[in-house]
């Protein structure tokens, strides 16, 4: 499968580094890490194979900067949390919750660090140690935001609030949008509710 070169503009503007790596990302996503390969995606950089690993030395380091990449967008999506509900913990966490379903409507291809988990299966694979360091950290910064609105069991919220997330996930893949994954919102507000965070669902 030959990918189209992506139309990023201007190209020659963007570093042969980052572009590599952006394209990588968008090509994982699309075909799978084994389902691309390096040529490929060097052709729909605008580059070639020596450049390539002239950045990367191989293929698995270009997986693991592509995996810290995508983590990048969610770091910008708590640093928005805050700065549209500045001093609001439940607003923020609310807003999280609705910014997480704005997300499973729309990305086709589901979580990057979760596809890479399940598609790279052999012992050793270096990116396993980075997705587990990215979930972790995501699943940190969940569990102090949930601590920082005063529930008593602010650690099983965020892992209730988790796993309803991935869980949605894997039903959006198997069973589409109007299968169980369209009512998150709801099971998270009424995770929320059941903790003591609000006295009913939020509007």
Same mark, same amino acid.
């Given at each position: 499968?030959?990918?189209?070169? $992506?139309?990023?503009?201007?190209?020659?503007? @963007?570093?042969?580094?980052?572009? @590599? %790596?952006?394209?990588?990302?968008?090509?994982?996503?699309?075909?799978?890490?084994?389902? @691309?390969? %390096?040529?490929?995606?060097?052709?729909?950089? $605008?580059?070639?194979?020596?450049?390539?690993?002239?950045?990367?030395?191989?293929?698995?380091?270009?997986?693991?900067?592509?995996?810290?990449? $995508?983590?990048?967008?969610? /770091?910008?999506?708590?640093?928005?949390?805050?700065?549209?509900?500045?001093?609001?913990?439940?607003?923020?966490?609310?807003?999280?919750?609705?910014?997480?379903?704005?997300?499973?409507?729309?990305?086709?291809?589901?979580?990057?660090?979760?596809?890479?988990? %399940?598609?790279?299966?052999?012992? !050793?694979?270096?990116?396993?140690?980075?997705?587990?360091?990215?979930?972790? /950290?995501?699943?940190?910064?969940?569990?102090?935001?949930?601590?920082?609105?005063? %529930?008593?069991?602010?650690?099983?919220?965020?892992?209730?609030?988790?796993?309803?997330?991935?869980?949605?996930?894997?039903?959006?893949?198997?069973?589409?949008?109007? !299968?169980?994954?369209?009512?998150?919102?709801?099971?998270?507000?009424?995770?929320?509710?059941?903790?003591?965070?609000?006295?009913?669902?939020?509007?």
């Amino acid at each position: 499968m030959k990918p189209e070169k $992506s139309d990023r503009a201007p190209e020659e503007k @963007i570093a042969p580094r980052d572009r @590599i %790596v952006s394209t990588a990302c968008q090509l994982f996503r699309e075909h799978g890490i084994r389902g @691309i390969g %390096v040529d490929a995606i060097a052709e729909a950089a $605008s580059t070639n194979k020596m450049t390539l690993y002239r950045h990367f030395g191989s293929k698995d380091d270009l997986v693991c900067e592509a995996l810290k990449h $995508s983590s990048r967008t969610l /770091e910008k999506a708590w640093e928005d949390l805050e700065t549209d509900n500045p001093g609001d913990p439940r607003a923020q966490l609310t807003a999280w919750v609705k910014a997480r379903a704005q997300c499973l409507s729309s990305e086709p291809y589901g979580c990057d660090l979760a596809n890479a988990a %399940v598609e790279l299966k052999e012992q !050793g694979h270096p990116a396993h140690a980075i997705i587990e360091t990215l979930k972790m /950290e995501q699943h940190s910064r969940l569990a102090d935001l949930c601590r920082s609105t005063g %529930v008593s069991d602010p650690e099983l919220l965020a892992d209730t609030l988790s796993m309803l997330l991935e869980g949605a996930r894997v039903s959006k893949l198997a069973a589409g949008k109007e !299968g169980p994954s369209m009512r998150f919102t709801r099971a998270c507000e009424a995770a929320m509710v059941s903790f003591g965070l609000y006295a009913q669902a939020p509007s």
